[in-house]
């Protein structure tokens, strides 16, 4: 079956998902107790602002749960 969708309903669509990856993001940072949140007014330093101290370990954090998260889709 192909994709009938039209290009409104995929943007929409793209867009629901962008938003489902920053919240989750947000709350990944907010349970291991980091200072994270969501940019507001189409930031152009990006979607997520995370606080100078806990930069090093968000990044570590994201790019532990990325490899775990790929790992799990492989099996």
Same mark, same amino acid.
């Given at each position: 079956? @192909?994709? @009938? #969708?039209? &290009?409104? #309903?995929?943007?929409?669509? &793209?867009?629901?998902?962008?938003?489902?990856m %920053? $919240?989750? +993001? %947000?709350? *990944?940072? +907010?349970?291991? /107790?980091?200072? %994270? =949140? +969501? @940019? @507001? =007014?189409?930031? &152009? #330093? /990006?979607?997520?602002?995370? +606080?100078? =101290? $806990?930069?090093?370990?968000?990044?570590? *954090?994201? /790019? $532990?749960?990325?490899d775990?998260?790929?790992a #799990?889709?492989?099996?």
């Amino acid at each position: 079956m @192909t994709d @009938t #969708r039209s &290009s409104g #309903r995929k943007t929409i669509d &793209s867009y629901i998902k962008h938003e489902d990856m %920053v $919240d989750n +993001a %947000v709350k *990944l940072g +907010a349970k291991n /107790g980091l200072k %994270v =949140e +969501a @940019t @507001t =007014e189409n930031d &152009s #330093r /990006g979607d997520i602002k995370v +606080a100078k =101290e $806990d930069s090093k370990k968000y990044l570590d *954090l994201l /790019g $532990d749960t990325i490899d775990k998260n790929q790992a #799990r889709r492989n099996k």
